[in-house]
């Protein structure tokens, strides 16, 4: 009896292991094809962001939340040595702000809290160098979060741009392609002088999502001519641009 409950607990255990480590693959498949997409499109890149937002609730303490903090930065691979500490934790206010900036990347982490079952920490990175490490750094950022927190928004924007102005059926071809890549639908479109961005909703990308209008998306991109750098620049972005553009 004693073998058997040994061999059904290791099997449970293995499919556990299985089941974590397909979603794993799975979700680092969805950002690889992310890149691969935007390097399709020939852009020169520029940065790219990850926004973070985790809701924690329970009574967390300050001495909890900074914890959190340094475990992200370390998980991220930086010194807690570097972090710049921002913090008012009194009647009137609970937050910690934590900064580390390198030369390629700012990493910026805020805990809020609002009482004793409502908290956030919020995460944003920018990084300006290289794209290759998104994938490691979404899957780290995710994975500690995941410990502290009951809900887990991430949403994910790579920049890039080119070196003159685009004519506005350019435009078209381009996101035409992105959209093919990312087999994905178009949902919804605005459209200027000299800018463009779309909603759609990517098959490949159906565990993260919003809803628009009534339907499911989770896919945007964005591009607009600037006249100050006279370059068109391109956002590819899951599930939405949070950025000014």
């Keep these: 009896m004693k073998l058997v409950k040994l061999t059904i607990s290791f099997f449970l255990l293995m499919l556990a292991g299985m089941l974590i480590s397909y979603a794993d693959i799975k979700s680092n498949n969805e950002y690889y094809k992310l890149i691969e997409t935007f390097n399709d499109t020939q852009a020169n890149f520029k940065f790219y962001n990850i926004k973070a937002n985790g809701a924690i609730n329970y009574n967390i303490s300050k001495n909890d939340m900074r914890d959190i903090c340094i475990e992200i930065i370390n998980n991220l691979g930086l010194e807690e ?49 290289v794209y290759k490490n998104i994938v490691d750094i979404y899957t780290v950022l995710e994975n500690t979060l995941n410990k ?33 890549n990312m087999n994905a639908e178009e949902i919804d479109r605005v459209e200027e002088e000299n800018f463009v961005s779309i909603t759609a909703y990517s098959e490949i990308l159906n565990e993260n999502y919003l809803e628009y209008l009534g339907n499911k998306t989770n896919l945007n991109i964005g591009m607009r001519y600037s006249e100050d750098d006279d370059k068109t620049l391109i956002y590819i972005a899951t599930p939405i641009i949070k950025l000014d553009y």
């Design 81 to 129: 040595s570097n972090i710049k500490w921002e913090e008012n934790w009194n009647k009137k206010e609970n937050q910690i702000y934590a900064q580390v900036k390198t030369d390629k990347e700012t990493i910026s982490i805020i805990g809020i809290k609002k009482n004793n079952t409502e908290s956030y920490i919020i995460v944003d990175i920018l990084e300006n160098k």
């Design 148 to 180: 502290h927190t009951y809900q887990l928004d991430i949403n994910t924007c790579i920049s890039g741009e080119y070196t003159k102005k685009l004519q506005i059926n350019k435009y078209d071809d381009i996101l035409q392609k992105i959209l093919y």
